[in-house]
């Protein structure tokens, strides 16, 4: 970054917000995915070393939510929502529309989301934002989430796990399997000294 | 005030087509929201108050025709329309999820083969075969979860709640919580 927290040859001509620490060794694409950040925690971003952040991830962070993307972990455009916690472990690998979201937002009760909805028309920018609870993510260690996929509020994702592309991941994923499909089932575990044949 | 209508929606990135009608303080934004927007009905789409289209993709057929209500918020929704979108009022639809009201090709191989040839380059003169749409309507207060899928023909009830990444190809009552691929009822939302 540039003394101006600027992304040095972006073409989105806006600054990195200043409550984001990036390390100096990690590689951040475009100063866009910050565009609907609002976090007003003192690192409401963090993103570690020899991590990378590619165009397409939006931080799409609330006022009291903190993201953590760990060391050489790779974000190939995910749309991130975050009102509480996503906590991406070291080695971590993320593919392209992928979704991780630790809040619906809404309320499930339509006469109460109603009202959400109303109070967003009238906002400036326009948000519907932070009317439920939300409940954090965990990524642990060194996890792969192929295209597409969605990690709902809550879940933790084992160590070494993969999530195959367009799963839904709705409950906890244990670490060293393999999960697939909407909604997300196992379908094998990961041995131990496994290589690729 | 008397004699004073609500100035209209504004879409932040050109010029609006002629027969899109925007109701008061709605917001289009995206540059690409009407590039593939081929519809040539009189008010192809029609818009209420006070929703917010943001990166939503019109893409409209020459005979689509699409409605949404009031205090509607869509994020980067695709709507594909060769007939009918008919969405009611305070729908929130989330990013990525994709809306439409045909299946674009005919499911015979050998109309298909003849639908290639129809949209190539050579295609002149060759007449696509029929294909399959159906109107899709969206009641009031639905909430449909980002990543999700609605196909031709499906109906989704009063304040149903369509969880992300959901494939929808066939009817939801009103006040269900449905997900997976294809699509289940796993609850109400009440």
Redesign the interface.
């Known amino acids: 970054m540039t003394p101006d927290r600027r992304i040095p040859g972006d073409w989105f001509d806006q600054p990195v917000p200043g409550n984001v620490e990036i390390h100096d060794e990690a590689y951040v694409e475009t100063a866009f995915s910050f565009l609907l950040y609002r976090s007003q925690l003192a690192a409401g971003v963090r993103i570690g070393r020899g991590a990378s952040v590619y165009l397409g991830t939006m931080f799409d962070v609330g006022r009291q939510g903190r993201v953590s993307c760990g060391a050489f972990t790779l974000v190939n455009g995910a ?1 991130i929502v975050c009102d509480a916690e996503i906590l991406i472990e070291d080695y971590v690998l993320i593919s392209w ?1 992928v ?1 991780l ?1 630790d809040t ?1 937002r ?1 309320p ?4 109460l ?2 009202r959400a ?2 109070a ?3 906002g400036e920018p ?1 948000r ?1 934002d932070g009317h439920v609870e939300a409940r954090p993510i965990h990524i642990k260690r060194a996890a792969w989430i192929g295209f ?3 990690v ?1 509020p809550g879940v933790t994702i084992g160590e070494g796990a993969i999530v195959g592309a ?3 991941v ?1 409950e906890d994923v244990e670490p060293f399997t393999i999960v697939v ?3 997300a089932r196992m379908v094998r575990r990961i041995e131990p000294g496994e290589t690729t044949p | 005030m008397e004699g004073r209508t609500p100035a209209a929606g504004t879409w932040s990135d050109g010029t609006l087509p002629a027969n899109v009608v925007l109701g008061a ?1 709605t ?1 289009v934004t995206g540059a690409g929201a009407f590039r593939r927007f081929m519809s040539t009905g009189d008010r192809a789409l029609s818009i209420g108050s ?3 289209m943001d990166g939503v993709q019109f893409a409209l057929g020459a005979e689509a025709r699409v409605s949404i209500g009031d ?3 869509f994020t980067n929704v695709v709507l594909l329309s060769e007939l009918e979108l008919r969405i009611g009022s ?1 729908v ?1 639809i989330g ?2 999820t994709t809306i439409t009201d045909t299946d674009f090709h005919p499911i015979a191989p050998a109309e298909r083969v003849r639908d290639a040839v129809a949209c190539s380059p050579l295609g002149k003169g060759h007449p696509r075969p029929p294909i399959a749409r159906r109107a899709v309507i969206i009641e009031d ?3 449909i ?3 999700a899928a609605i196909m031709k023909g499906v109906r989704v009830g ?2 149903a ?1 369509i ?5 929808l190809t066939a009817d939801v009552p009103p ?1 269900a ?1 449905v ?3 294809p699509a289940r009822v796993v609850g109400t ?2």
Not at chain 2, 163 to 167: M, Q
């Open positions: 749309r529309n979704v979201m619906y809404v499930a009760d339509p006469a989301r109603r909805v109303i967003a028309a009238s326009r519907v597409d996929a969605c709902l367009r799963s839904v709705t499909g909407n909604p | 303080r917001l006070d929703c917010t205090y509607c918020y305070y929130v990013w990525n207060d639905v909430w979860g980002p990543n009063a304040g709640f969880e992300p990444g959901a494939i006040l919580r997900a997976g691929n939302v009440r």
